[in-house]
């Protein structure tokens, strides 16, 4: 991820960090679930984005919510269960 946005992401809100968490887990589910129909470096720059918000969430004191359950969030519009607990 570029610098900008790692020195940036410091003064977000929680609010914030759990929208753009949920965006991303959103789009690397989607990825995931009809990799097999896109090239490959949508996979990865969704992982990588993906990650880059997972570790934000994290550090706020988030309980990170499983890949299955972005996969059926972003693939199927299943509702995210658990999105903003504290762990």
């Known amino acids: 991820m570029g610098q900008i946005k790692k020195k940036f992401v410091k003064w977000l ?6 929208r753009n968490y949920k965006k991303a887990g ?3 589910g ?4 009809y990799c097999c129909y896109s090239p490959p470096g949508n996979l990865l720059s969704a992982k ?6 997972e570790k934000e969430y994290k550090k706020r004191g988030f309980r990170p919510i499983n ?3 972005f996969i059926r969030y972003g693939g199927y ?3 995210l269960i658990g999105l ?3 762990a």
């Open 77 to 79: 519009d299943e509702p």
């Open 13 to 18: 809100t929680n609010k914030m960090i759990i």
């Open 26 to 28: 959103k789009e690397y």
């Open 48 to 53: 990588e984005n993906f990650e880059f918000w």
């Open 67 to 69: 890949k299955d359950s």
């Open 84 to 86: 903003g607990e504290k």
């Open 30 to 33: 989607e990825a995931l679930s």
